[in-house]
């Protein structure tokens, strides 16, 4: 997946959300070339 901090990538108006999910989870893993997102919260 394309990196959404990348210079060229930055003015694009999708490729963000995986990006925003990685940094609230505890484990995110992409399945069949990210039509598949698994996540994972641990309980406090």
């Known amino acids: ?3 959404p901090l990348d210079p060229e990538n930055m003015l694009k108006p999708s490729g963000r ?3 925003l999910i ?4 505890d484990d ?3 399945a069949d070339g990210g039509r598949q ?4 919260k641990k309980k406090p």
């Open 22 to 25: 990685s940094g609230l989870m």
């Open 28 to 30: 995110v893993q992409c």
């Open 37 to 40: 997102v698994r996540m994972r």
């Open 17 to 19: 959300g995986i990006f």
């Open 1 to 3: 997946m394309a990196d």
